[in-house]
């Protein structure tokens, strides 16, 4: 069977960009959680404070991204760059899952998510 070329799923989203959503699906739906077995109430304090939380996680992702982008950017017009970039790449991906993990466990601590 012949090589196909990668095609867009998302149109107007880069190859690039696909690849970065398709990890993010695998980091987030990386195991099983056990939900509480009574209701879950939250007073407005904590709801701020998640959303704080929240906020403070969508703007340092968004960051390691920007980083990612520029960093692909450039080796795409400097292949001969890669080298120098790959560690700057491999760095903001950990940055990202580590931002995601930490909100993570706090919003499942909050709302007595287990992980199974």
């Known amino acids: 069977m012949p ?6 799923v998302l149109p107007g989203i880069s190859v690039n ?4 959503i398709a990890f993010f699906f695998v980091v987030l739906q990386g195991s099983r959680m056990g939900l509480p077995q009574h209701p879950v109430t939250l007073t407005p304090e904590q709801i701020g ?7 403070d996680m969508r703007h340092n992702v968004n960051n390691c991204l920007q ?3 520029a960093a692909t950017e450039i080796v795409a017009r400097k292949p001969e760059l890669a080298e120098r970039y790959m560690g700057n790449l491999i760095n903001q ?3 990202i899952t580590a931002e995601m993990m930490a909100f993570s466990d706090h919003f499942e601590a909050k709302l007595g998510i287990t992980r199974e």
């Open 3 to 8: 090589s196909q070329k990668p095609s867009l």
């Open 17 to 20: 960009q696909q690849i970065m």
């Open 93 to 95: 991906s950990r940055r």
């Open 67 to 69: 980083l990612v982008m």
């Open 49 to 55: 404070s998640l959303n704080g939380l929240l906020a």
